[in-house]
């Protein structure tokens, strides 16, 4: 059994209509706890709680700062490549976009590799389009291999892949999976996701899952927030990283809570997260998974990051361009259009001025053949 | 009256051991070693980057022994690298072994963790094992050639303090080596009891880090692990439930 059926049994229970039910003293009640359950999950991303922020980011923070000290660990995306055969309607990779595509060559690679490693970032993301011509899993190994000279720590963030070209990819040295589901209430998952094999909603929502089982440290998920209700959305997001807590306990689970942003097309989805609901969101997650690492985006604008530092965060993007060797080339089509485009130094700066100190280097993965 | 602590042929006058994580900055390491007293300071390898110019280790004072220590590994075989690591690039021969394979509470895994002793102190390394306080494994540690072993007086980072009581007592009383409480401990008290139950030293890291005035704490932590300890020495006068009579009730008996 997947987190597929988890969701299902759970999703009897979750409608529109509950959120209403809960009051001030069902928040308190939840924070008073040691343990928090799928209850105490609702209650605090309940209208009620939504009066009762402060309380909440109060306790938010002691759990961060006692579990994650005074440090925010910095990581840079980089993007290899745009092709993509999915047509999403919120993204500007968007197959049905006619733009001149791009994919980095090895020398492309080093040389964005340098301009990033010379920032003093250690931990990277690599993250393509959907192509498994483009850029399949040998493509993948092959940037790895030339990344692994400058980083510590190479992520990735690719279209999913069995469990098998997981492992394939562990052993080149990835450690790291970043995966969102994007949507978890599948009827509109079904909508957003025209064409193209990202359309199986199932062969994403169990990918994370065989990230896990092929070994890797870090698994992170997120929802991205803006496509349909968020209560619901960030429910079943944090229910979905607690049963991979609970079932892969080596593994290192974290969240994202990426918020919809402009793009090359035109999409609606009528559902705003405003600020007052992301901070909602982030606080219910550290509140509900206190050891859990939590990723902020540069799709925020710097004057709400430099706030939300303090509420739970423990990993931020700097220095970011969401382009095809964005580091080092002119005139490529951004993913997505970020908020907050501050370098590394000058995030580092802002870090320092309030009490964090940056952490380039987090970890290692050490060769075992010279060790 | 002369208290030697002696691990791994070093003689140490503070039993208080320090962390380099989770502060603000990294200058505030020197300030914390000289407030707190402290000889021995650990540092995550895994955050040890030589080609930063804000390297971790070149804030901290050169009296001090490093303990590097293998946070990160989730098998015995990746603390042995890491260790072995540490010792290449000149961090000296002592390691304190952490293998933790449960991101959820970060509890240690006490099989692997004996087995990277076994192998590192083969090695010549002086092993310092952080561990669940479970008896028996700490006798493995023991005979697998540890230096001392470290339990856990609560999970790391809650400053819940101690606990594993009952199981810190009878690992002090059945253990030869020194017991470190490591982890846990929030309040210079805290300190101060594992010091007087007869733990060897203590090793802490958030209490100070996430303290209000780090410094401060770190002065608070020095004197209540020296308080502690020569409550110890001195001998604690036994509990009585009731008040016992000052005369001796048999006295008549001549
Ligand atoms: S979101 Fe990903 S899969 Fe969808 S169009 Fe954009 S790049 Fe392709």
Same mark, same amino acid.
């Given at each position: 059994?997947?987190?597929?059926?988890?969701?299902?049994?759970?999703?009897?229970?979750?409608?529109?209509?509950?959120?209403?039910?809960?009051?001030?003293?069902?928040?308190?009640?939840?924070?008073?706890?040691?343990?928090?359950?799928?209850?105490?999950?609702?209650?605090?991303?309940?209208?009620?709680?939504?009066?009762?922020?402060?309380?909440?980011?109060?306790?938010?923070?002691?759990?961060?700062?006692?579990?994650?000290?005074?440090?925010?660990?910095?990581?840079?995306?980089?993007?290899?490549?745009?092709?993509?055969?999915?047509?999403?309607?919120?993204?500007?990779?968007?197959?049905?976009?006619?733009?001149?595509?791009?994919?980095?060559?090895?020398?492309?690679?080093?040389?964005?590799?340098?301009?990033?490693?010379?920032?003093?970032?250690?931990?990277?993301?690599?993250?393509?389009?959907?192509?498994?011509?483009?850029?399949?899993?040998?493509?993948?190994?092959?940037?790895?291999?030339?990344?692994?000279?400058?980083?510590?720590?190479?992520?990735?963030?690719?279209?999913?892949?069995?469990?098998?070209?997981?492992?394939?990819?562990?052993?080149?040295?990835?450690?790291?999976?970043?995966?969102?589901?994007?949507?978890?209430?599948?009827?509109?998952?079904?909508?957003?996701?025209?064409?193209?094999?990202?359309?199986?909603?199932?062969?994403?929502?169990?990918?994370?899952?065989?990230?896990?089982?092929?070994?890797?440290?870090?698994?992170?998920?997120?929802?991205?927030?803006?496509?349909?209700?968020?209560?619901?959305?960030?429910?079943?997001?944090?229910?979905?990283?607690?049963?991979?807590?609970?079932?892969?306990?080596?593994?290192?689970?974290?969240?994202?809570?990426?918020?919809?942003?402009?793009?090359?097309?035109?999409?609606?989805?009528?559902?705003?997260?405003?600020?007052?609901?992301?901070?909602?969101?982030?606080?219910?997650?550290?509140?509900?998974?206190?050891?859990?690492?939590?990723?902020?985006?540069?799709?925020?604008?710097?004057?709400?990051?430099?706030?939300?530092?303090?509420?739970?965060?423990?990993?931020?993007?700097?220095?970011?361009?969401?382009?095809?060797?964005?580091?080092?080339?002119?005139?490529?089509?951004?993913?997505?259009?970020?908020?907050?485009?501050?370098?590394?130094?000058?995030?580092?700066?802002?870090?320092?001025?309030?009490?964090?100190?940056?952490?380039?280097?987090?970890?290692?993965?050490?060769?075992?053949?010279?060790? | 009256?002369?208290?030697?602590?002696?691990?791994?042929?070093?003689?140490?006058?503070?039993?208080?051991?320090?962390?380099?994580?989770?502060?603000?900055?990294?200058?505030?390491?020197?300030?914390?070693?000289?407030?707190?007293?402290?000889?021995?300071?650990?540092?995550?390898?895994?955050?040890?980057?030589?080609?930063?110019?804000?390297?971790?280790?070149?804030?901290?004072?050169?009296?001090?022994?490093?303990?590097?220590?293998?946070? &990160?590994?989730?098998?015995?075989? $990746? /603390?042995?690298?890491?260790?072995? =690591?540490?010792? *290449?690039?000149? %961090?000296? !021969?002592?390691?304190?072994?952490?293998?933790?394979?449960?991101?959820?509470?970060?509890?240690?895994?006490?099989?692997?963790?004996?087995?990277?002793?076994?192998?590192?102190?083969?090695?010549?390394?002086?092993?310092?094992?952080?561990?669940?306080?479970?008896?028996?494994?700490?006798?493995?540690?023991?005979?697998?050639?540890?230096?001392?072993?470290?339990?856990?007086?609560?999970?790391?980072?809650?400053?819940?303090?101690?606990?594993?009581?009952?199981?810190?007592?009878?690992?002090?009383?059945?253990?030869?080596?020194?017991?470190?409480?490591?982890? &846990?401990?929030?309040?210079?008290? $805290? /300190?101060?009891?594992?010091?007087? =139950?007869?733990? *060897?030293?203590? %090793?802490? !890291?958030?209490?100070?880090?996430?303290?209000?005035?780090?410094?401060?704490?770190?002065?608070?932590?020095?004197?209540?692990?020296?308080?502690?300890?020569?409550?110890?020495?001195?001998?604690?006068?036994?509990?009585?439930?009731?008040?016992?009579?000052?005369?001796?009730?048999?006295?008549?008996?001549?």
């Amino acid at each position: 059994m997947g987190f597929y059926e988890t969701a299902h049994a759970l999703g009897h229970q979750v409608n529109a209509g509950m959120w209403g039910q809960f009051n001030k003293e069902d928040v308190r009640r939840s924070l008073r706890k040691e343990q928090l359950d799928e209850h105490d999950l609702q209650v605090l991303l309940s209208p009620a709680a939504g009066d009762c922020l402060e309380e909440m980011a109060r306790q938010a923070r002691s759990l961060t700062r006692s579990h994650f000290g005074h440090v925010m660990q910095l990581f840079t995306p980089m993007y290899l490549a745009d092709f993509c055969i999915n047509h999403c309607t919120y993204c500007s990779f968007s197959s049905i976009y006619d733009f001149p595509r791009k994919k980095l060559s090895p020398e492309e690679v080093r040389r964005e590799a340098e301009a990033i490693a010379a920032t003093g970032i250690r931990h990277i993301l690599i993250l393509t389009g959907e192509s498994r011509t483009e850029s399949p899993v040998s493509y993948l190994k092959e940037c790895v291999r030339i990344l692994k000279e400058f980083f510590s720590s190479v992520s990735i963030e690719v279209n999913p892949l069995s469990e098998g070209e997981y492992k394939e990819l562990k052993e080149a040295g990835v450690d790291g999976l970043t995966l969102y589901q994007e949507v978890y209430h599948e009827e509109t998952y079904s909508k957003l996701h025209v064409k193209g094999p990202k359309k199986i909603y199932r062969n994403r929502l169990d990918a994370p899952e065989r990230g896990c089982r092929a070994g890797f440290r870090v698994v992170n998920i997120g929802a991205l927030l803006g496509m349909y209700d968020w209560r619901q959305e960030a429910f079943f997001t944090a229910m979905h990283a607690r049963y991979l807590q609970d079932k892969y306990p080596e593994c290192e689970i974290g969240l994202s809570a990426p918020r919809f942003r402009p793009f090359l097309g035109e999409y609606d989805s009528g559902h705003i997260v405003t600020d007052r609901a992301l901070v909602q969101i982030i606080l219910a997650y550290r509140l509900f998974l206190p050891r859990a690492g939590i990723t902020l985006s540069t799709r925020e604008p710097s004057a709400l990051r430099d706030r939300l530092i303090h509420l739970g965060v423990t990993k931020m993007s700097a220095g970011v361009s969401t382009e095809v060797g964005g580091h080092t080339q002119q005139g490529g089509t951004p993913q997505f259009e970020i908020s907050d485009g501050r370098s590394v130094h000058e995030i580092s700066e802002m870090l320092k001025a309030n009490s964090l100190q940056p952490v380039y280097k987090d970890w290692d993965m050490l060769d075992a053949g010279i060790y | 009256m002369s208290d030697p602590f002696v691990i791994g042929g070093r003689s140490l006058s503070s039993r208080l051991f320090i962390g380099t994580g989770k502060y603000s900055r990294n200058t505030l390491i020197p300030e914390v070693v000289e407030a707190s007293g402290s000889e021995v300071i650990t540092v995550a390898l895994r955050r040890v980057d030589p080609n930063s110019n804000d390297n971790i280790i070149s804030h901290i004072p050169d009296s001090m022994t490093l303990l590097p220590n293998t946070s &990160g590994a989730r098998t015995a075989e $990746e /603390a042995v690298r890491i260790a072995r =690591l540490a010792k *290449a690039s000149g %961090l000296g !021969n002592w390691v304190k072994i952490e293998v933790i394979n449960d991101q959820k509470y970060l509890l240690p895994d006490n099989a692997e963790t004996i087995r990277a002793t076994e192998i590192l102190a083969a090695e010549g390394f002086v092993v310092l094992p952080y561990m669940s306080p479970d008896l028996s494994a700490a006798l493995r540690m023991q005979k697998a050639g540890a230096a001392a072993v470290m339990p856990l007086g609560s999970p790391i980072g809650t400053n819940r303090g101690l606990k594993t009581l009952e199981l810190l007592r009878i690992l002090i009383a059945e253990v030869e080596l020194p017991v470190i409480v490591d982890a &846990g401990i929030g309040r210079p008290s $805290e /300190a101060a009891e594992a010091m007087e =139950l007869g733990a *060897a030293a203590v %090793l802490l !890291n958030t209490a100070i880090a996430t303290a209000r005035d780090p410094l401060l704490m770190a002065s608070a932590f020095r004197d209540a692990v020296a308080a502690g300890r020569k409550a110890y020495l001195a001998g604690l006068g036994p509990v009585e439930e009731t008040a016992s009579a000052s005369s001796p009730l048999t006295g008549f008996l001549g």
